[in-house]
């Protein structure tokens, strides 16, 4: 069961420079989200996409832009990298709803994309 | 507003030792899900547990359980007689029913001694 799977693993990039993170998922579900991991702030969620075609913003979208391909992908790209985007960054799907009202499904995440920023 | 508060940056405990890991949450929903996931040095994320908030049931799953009280706004995780393989960054986490966001707190890394 391959789950979530994201593309790279490790990146290294240059100030300006862009850069796209891929993110599939081999589960079926509507959701897809993308975090950010940074020492001592847990899991901050940039942007997620509750089904094919719609996204909205997380916590802290700003220098980032998203792409629901279709149901299985889900992209990140950073247009114009800054030093305070280096990060671990997470991909995850999930049914939120499922079936019935206590099904809420936890979300599966990808093993992280390490990117650093110089 | 929903948020998930997890005061204890840090705990180092030796092997076989219990320990308990606090997660206090705020929603103003009525029906909503905790959770707990386990990040090992590897860096991956694992599920550990799923709660809903009509079930305070405490739950038990070999030296893993977990204790919910609504009264206290509290996720409890315990880890009974504890091991090195143990040790990670455990994170606590909270949605809402009517919401896709997952809100984490901000993990609490437990160390285990041999």
């Known amino acids: 069961n391959a789950g979530v799977t994201q593309t790279p693993k490790f990146q290294v990039l240059k100030t300006g420079q862009s850069m796209t993170l891929q993110c599939a998922q081999d589960?079926?579900?509507?959701?897809m989200y993308w975090y950010r991991q940074d020492p001592g702030m847990g899991l901050r969620l940039i942007y997620y996409?509750?089904?094919?075609?719609?996204?909205d913003k997380g916590e802290v979208p700003n220098g980032y832009n998203v792409s629901r391909l279709n149901k299985r992908e889900f992209s990140l790209r950073l247009e114009s990298a800054a030093p305070s985007q280096t990060s671990v960054y997470f991909c995850a799907s999930s049914d939120p709803r499922g079936q019935g009202l206590y099904s809420n499904q936890p979300q599966h995440f990808g093993d992280g994309t390490r990117l650093s920023i110089l | 507003a929903q948020k998930v508060t997890q005061a204890q940056t840090e705990i180092s405990v030796v092997e076989k030792e219990d320990v308990t890991l606090d997660c206090v949450y705020e929603?103003?929903?009525?029906?909503?899900?905790l959770f707990w996931y386990k990040q090992p040095p590897s860096g991956e994320l694992v599920f550990l547990i799923r709660?809903?908030?009509?079930?305070?049931q405490n739950e038990i799953s070999g030296r893993y359980s977990w204790n919910f009280q609504k009264s206290t706004s509290s996720f409890n995780f315990t880890i009974t007689a504890s091991q090195v393989v143990d040790s990670a960054v455990y994170f606590c986490?909270?949605?809402?029913?009517?919401?896709?966001?997952?809100?984490f707190g901000t993990g609490t890394r437990l160390q285990v001694f041999p």
């Open positions: 986490a909270l949605i809402s029913y009517n919401t896709d966001k997952l809100i």
């Open positions: 996409s509750a089904s094919e075609g719609t996204t």
């Open positions: 589960m079926n579900h509507n959701s």
């Open positions: 709660r809903n908030s009509f079930d305070e």
């Open positions: 929603t103003r929903d009525t029906t909503y899900y």
